[in-house]
C-alpha cells in the first residue's frame, strides 16, 4: 500500500496558527495569575504553555473554581439572607469566655461567613458506622416538625434501608422531610437511583445539589460538589462529620472482595448550633430550588440560650461547649475551612492531632504545619495507608518528607479499611470536626461543612478517638521514606503537580 503523504497547512495558515498560539500563551501569562495561588497559577500556566490546544479548553472549563452566571446571583442573595438573619447574634455569646488569641479566630471566621459563635449541648460521638446510622435513624422517628438532610453521597441500600424508610414514614405523618443530594457525587453508586425513586413517589421533598442539565441551561465547572454531611430534626437535634448516607463499602464489589470499608464519625448535638446549621441547609435549599424555608426567620430573634460556659476550660467536664459553624466552598471567596485551620495550627502550644484521608495543603497550611513541629509543638497525622483516590493518594505522599523532616509524626491507618474521618484537635481546649478534608479541593471546590469546638467533653471524646485510630495505625519513619523506590516518587510529584489545577 502506498504510504499517505504527510499534507502541509498552506503557509498563511501556518503563519496564522503559530500567531494565535503565542498570542494565547502571552495572554495567559497576564490572566491565570490573577487573583490565583502561585501553585495553581504555575500549573495552568504550564499546562498552557506546553499543550496549549490542550490547556487552553480545559482551562476555560476548569479554570475558575467559584460560582458565575445564575448560581453566582442565588448564592449571593442567599448568603445576604443568611447575615441579615443572624447580625443580632453577638460573635460570641455574653456568657462564654474565650482565650484572646481564639477571640480573634471566630471573629474572622464570623466576618468570612457570617455565622457566629454559638452554644450548645455535646450530645455524643459515633465512630461505628452502623451505631451512628442507627442513632441517626432514631432521631428521624422522633421528629415532630422537620427532618432536614444533606448528605453529599446518598443511597438506598441495605445499611441505608431503615434510615430512608424512617424518613419516608415521618413524611408520610405530616413531617416536613426535605433531602437535598449532590447530584455528580451520588449519580455513580447503584443505590442512588432507587433512592431517587422511591423519594419521588413518596411525600419527601427531594432535589439535587449542583446539577447539570445543559438542556434547561443547568450548567457549570463540573466537578465542582457539595461534599457537606449533616442532618438536622426540628431544628434543636443535628449530626455533622464525615460518614455519608450509603454503606459502608460505597455499595462497590471490589470494595467488598478487598474487605475495604470506611472508617467515619459522626458528632450528635443540640442547642442554639443547631439552629446555624438548619441555617446553611436552608441557603443550599434556597440555591437549588429558589424556596426560602422558615429556618432563617428563626435565626433572626438572637442567642436565647446562655450556658456560663467557659471555653477551652479542660476541667469543665460539662456536655455543653461553644461551636461555631464554618462553611465555606466556591460560594465564598475567601477559603474560609483553610483560613480556619491556619489559624488554630499557628496557635498551638503543645499538641496538634490531624486526621485527614486526603492530606495535600497548600503553601501556607504545609508552612503552618511544619513550623508548629520546628518550634516544638507535638504533631500527629493521620491519614490512610491507601487512600481511595489514586492521584490524592500519590499527591499527599509528595509532602510527607518535608513532614518528616520537621519532626511530624505520621501514621497510616491499616488497610483495607479507608481512614475517612476529617478532625483537627489543637492542645486541650479546640478541635474541628466535619466534612472538609485538608487538600486542595475542599479548600476550593467544594461546599464544605466544619463545626469548631470549644471546651466541654466533646473534645475529651475527640481525643479517644484519635487515640483509637493510633493503635490501628502504622508509624512511618524518615529513613524508611526516603529509601521507597524512584518510580514511586516520580508518581508522587507528577500526581502534586496536578493538585494544584484549580
Known amino acids: 500500500m502506498e504510504r499517505l503523504a504527510f499534507i502541509p497547512f498552506p503557509d498563511g495558515v501556518t503563519s496564522a496558527l503559530l500567531i494565535t498560539e503565542y498570542a494565547l500563551k502571552i495572554l495567559a501569562l497576564g490572566m491565570v495569575p490573577e487573583n490565583r495561588q502561585p501553585s495553581s497559577s504555575q500549573a495552568w500556566l504550564l499546562a498552557i504553555l506546553f499543550i496549549t490546544v490542550v490547556g487552553v479548553p480545559l482551562f476555560l472549563l476548569l479554570g475558575n473554581p467559584y460560582l458565575t452566571g445564575r448560581r453566582h446571583i442565588i448564592q449571593a442573595e442567599a448568603n445576604r439572607l443568611y447575615e441579615e438573619a443572624l447580625e443580632k447574634w453577638p460573635t460570641v455569646p455574653d456568657s462564654v469566655r474565650v482565650q484572646p488569641g481564639v477571640r480573634t479566630i471566630l471573629e474572622m471566621n464570623r466576618n468570612l461567613t457570617a455565622i457566629p459563635c454559638m452554644s450548645g449541648e455535646f450530645v455524643g460521638l459515633h465512630s461505628d458506622y452502623a451505631t451512628s446510622l442507627a442513632t441517626m435513624t432514631a432521631a428521624v422517628r422522633s421528629a415532630r416538625d422537620h427532618v432536614h438532610v444533606e448528605f453529599y453521597a446518598q443511597s ?210 504545609l508552612h503552618a504545619v511544619t513550623s508548629a513541629a520546628y518550634r516544638g509543638v507535638d504533631v500527629e497525622l493521620f491519614v490512610p495507608d491507601h487512600a481511595d483516590q489514586f492521584m490524592v493518594h500519590h499527591a499527599q505522599r509528595s509532602y510527607f518528607r518535608a513532614l518528616l523532616e520537621a519532626g511530624v509524626r505520621i501514621n497510616r491507618f491499616r488497610s483495607p479499611a479507608v481512614l475517612h474521618t476529617k478532625m483537627l484537635l489543637i492542645d486541650d481546649y479546640g478541635g474541628v470536626v466535619g466534612s472538609s478534608n485538608m487538600d486542595q479541593r475542599s479548600f476550593n471546590l467544594n461546599f464544605e461543612i466544619s463545626l469548631l469546638v470549644l471546651g466541654g467533653e466533646a473534645l475529651a471524646e475527640m481525643n479517644e478517638a484519635v487515640d483509637a485510630y493510633l493503635e490501628d495505625s502504622t508509624s512511618l519513619g524518615l529513613e524508611t521514606w526516603q529509601r521507597r523506590p524512584w518510580p514511586g516518587r516520580y508518581v508522587d510529584n507528577v500526581a502534586r503537580l496536578s493538585s494544584a489545577l484549580q
Open 156 to 365: 438506598w441500600d441495605d445499611e441505608t434501608d431503615e434510615f430512608f424508610t424512617a424518613a419516608v414514614e415521618a413524611a408520610e405523618r405530616g413531617v416536613t422531610v426535605r433531602v437535598l443530594v449532590d447530584h455528580l457525587g451520588s449519580l455513580r453508586y447503584r443505590g442512588f437511583k432507587r433512592l431517587r425513586r422511591r423519594l419521588r413517589h413518596s411525600p419527601v421533598e427531594l432535589h439535587l445539589m449542583l446539577p447539570i442539565n445543559p438542556f434547561v441551561g443547568r450548567f457549570r465547572r463540573p466537578d465542582l460538589r457539595n461534599h457537606r454531611k449533616m442532618l438536622i430534626v426540628d431544628g434543636r437535634h443535628g449530626f455533622i462529620g464525615s460518614q455519608n448516607l450509603i454503606a459502608r463499602n460505597y455499595g462497590s464489589p471490589r470494595n467488598t472482595r478487598l474487605g475495604r470499608e470506611w472508617v467515619d464519625l459522626m458528632m450528635e448535638v443540640r442547642g442554639e448550633i443547631v439552629q446555624a446549621m438548619n441555617g446553611v441547609f436552608a441557603v443550599d435549599w434556597y440555591s437549588e430550588c429558589g424556596e426560602v424555608i422558615g429556618t432563617l426567620d428563626e435565626l433572626s430573634g438572637g442567642s436565647s440560650v446562655t450556658t456560663g460556659h467557659v471555653a477551652g476550660d479542660p476541667t469543665a467536664g460539662d456536655p455543653v461547649s461553644a461551636f461555631q459553624l464554618v462553611p465555606s466552598g466556591p460560594g465564598y471567596r475567601t477559603q474560609p475551612n483553610l483560613r480556619m485551620f491556619t489559624q488554630l495550627i499557628g496557635q498551638a502550644e503543645h499538641r496538634i492531632r490531624i486526621v485527614s484521608p486526603y492530606f495535600v495543603p497548600d503553601e501556607a497550611l
